[in-house]
DNA sequence: GGTACTATTTGATGATTGTCAAACCATCTA
DNA sequence: TAGATGGTTTGACAATCATCAAATAGTACC
């Protein structure tokens, strides 16, 4: 009923990787929205607010989904996206408190 | 005597440029090499284990000072780089911690 | 089945990036 | 002053990236 889409284990989360994705400020702004609520959120482009079409924001989604820093979830003809809170937490501590202080 | 390279001021560093710093493999090795000693080290190329040009090496040295992670100091022909450990901490608590742990 | 809807993939484009060789600059030293 | 030295800047190149329009895929609803 409810899928995931592929993405790394926490063991294989890439700091590197994990930096590039931070490293741009739409998916920081996306991270940051994400990190304001402790579940999954739709990923929707009229949800979130930036300046950038559809297929651009199904791209930032893929890498951060990619990179292990979130959950994206399908449900029928909706995906919901979830930040990795404790994978990354467990992974390198602090650094997603840091990022989002 | 001693100069210093122009560098942003400790309020002016910005987190998605510093993000964009750490997230390349030759950088984030630059700044845990850096990070091991707490006083300024030579940028000389024969003294890290990279393997790059020298230009390269000068070019990421720049990218780190820019963003605020590093000083870079003059004296005669010789350069030294140093981590702005507290200042990249009192604008990120926790960041550098976590990035170096 | 057909249509509307949500979101991604494809393909293309302009901008940025990491890299090096060659030229350059500033400093030290003979 | 001339040469050697430490390091940067310039210029070029290939690779990667962010972006969008158009096409596509999967799902829901009538």
């Given at each position: 009923?409810?899928?995931?889409?592929p993405?790394?284990?926490?063991?294989?989360?890439?700091?590197?990787?994990?930096?590039?994705?931070?490293?741009?400020?739409?998916?920081?702004?996306l991270?940051?929205?994400?990190?304001k609520?402790?579940?999954?959120?739709?990923?929707?482009?009229?949800?979130y607010?930036v300046?950038?079409?559809?297929?651009?924001?199904?791209?930032?989604?893929?890498?951060?989904?990619?990179?292990?820093?979130?959950?994206?979830?399908?449900?029928?003809?909706?995906?919901?996206?979830?930040?990795?809170?404790?994978?990354?937490?467990?992974?390198?501590?602090?650094?997603?408190?840091?990022?989002?202080?």
């Open positions: 009923m409810t899928r995931t889409l993405q790394p284990a926490t063991e294989a989360i890439d700091l590197v990787t994990v930096l590039q994705a931070l490293g741009d400020p739409v998916r920081l702004e991270v940051r929205t994400l990190a609520e402790d579940e999954p959120r739709p990923c929707s482009i009229d949800k607010d300046e950038i079409s559809a297929p651009t924001l199904s791209h930032h989604w893929r890498i951060l989904r990619e990179a292990g820093l979130t959950t994206t979830f399908v449900n029928g003809r909706t995906r919901w996206v979830e930040l990795r809170r404790e994978d990354v937490h467990s992974r390198f501590p602090g650094l997603l408190d840091a990022v989002l202080a």
